[in-house]
């Protein structure tokens, strides 16, 4: 069961990678604060779910000690790294999040990553990957979870920018008719997050606009997310074409869109 509505080819993993130097730079950590002071010194392990290209664990792998070790997960090897481009405590392997976990992988992690799955995600799914993602933790694991509020987006400036309202909107319309970016699930994420047992929640949200240098880059990763979002769903290829085409003329005049992206934190019990 895949409802992954967005490509896996090159030119996508190169934009995953340009997206996590993004959201690194506006959430300015990797991992939040209260996790990363939690972390045991010993046997500690930590997991990305979702993980794509595997850039933020190999980031943040890049910045721990090296007797921590961190697995990547993921429904699809397409994007993983090739084994020469990653160290021996880094690993890659497939999981589906909306299915029960693995035996050996249970009570397996003291953090665990989620980021960006809203593509795959049906409504109903949230609180099936939340509880899931439980599992995988040790007690007193932490869970993170970002989620860019793409459904709740405004386009700038206010008297311009027609062909971003529209493809944006054509989208949202696409998506929802399979269940899928409805306006609150990523403003319910931290609901989502206690629903499933998580205790000491905490959401911080940044917006795309509180560093003005990033807005162009935080449009390019944005463009090509909706240009392969609506080429995936597209029941009209020309159709769709024409309204990528419109929305790229808005973004060369400098039209962007502006949205939050909420990420929160809950702790398993002991
Ligand atoms: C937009 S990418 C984000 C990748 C990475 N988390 C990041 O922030 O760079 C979404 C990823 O979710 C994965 N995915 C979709 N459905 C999934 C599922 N049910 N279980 C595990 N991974 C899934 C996709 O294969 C894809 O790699």
Redesign the pocket.
């Known amino acids: ?4 509505t ?1 490509p ?1 080819g090159g030119k ?1 993993s190169s934009r ?2 340009a ?2 130097n993004l ?1 690194k730079d506006l959430q300015g950590y990797l991992l939040h604060p209260t996790i990363a002071a939690s972390l045991p010194s010993k046997n500690c392990r930590i997991a ?9 664990l190999l980031d943040l792998a890049s910045s721990l000690p090296s007797h921590t070790s961190f697995t990547g ?4 090897s ?2 993983f790294p090739s084994d020469s481009d990653k160290p021996a405590n880094v690993s890659f392997r497939i ?5 029960p976990v693995p035996e050996d992988l249970k009570g397996h992690f003291d953090a665990i ?9 049906k409504a109903k ?1 949230w609180s099936t ?1 939340a509880s899931n993602a439980k599992d995988l933790l040790k007690p007193n694991g932490w869970i993170q979870w ?1 989620e860019g509020d793409f459904a709740n987006q405004d386009v700038c400036p206010p008297n311009d920018g027609q062909g971003l309202r529209d493809l944006l909107q054509y989208n949202i319309e696409i998506s929802q008719k399979n269940g899928k970016m409805l306006y609150d699930s990523v403003r319910n994420l931290r609901t989502t997050i206690e629903g499933a047992g998580l205790k000491r929640c905490e959401e911080v949200v940044v917006s795309t606009q509180s560093q003005a240098e990033l807005t162009e880059s935080c449009t390019w990763v944005e463009a090509h ?1 909706m240009y392969g979002l609506a080429r995936s769903l597209s029941d009209d290829l020309k159709a769709t074409e024409a309204l990528i085409a419109q929305c790229e003329e808005g973004v060369q005049r400098g039209c962007f869109w502006s949205w939050n992206i909420h990420l929160v934190i809950g702790q398993k019990s002991s």
């Open positions: 069961m895949d409802h992954y967005l896996r996508e995953l990678n997206q996590h959201y990305d779910i979702a993980c794509g290209t595997g850039t933020w997960l993921d429904i699809s397409a994007q999981l589906n999040i909306l299915e990553n989620l980021r960006l799955l809203i593509c795959g995600l799914d990957a970002c997310a």
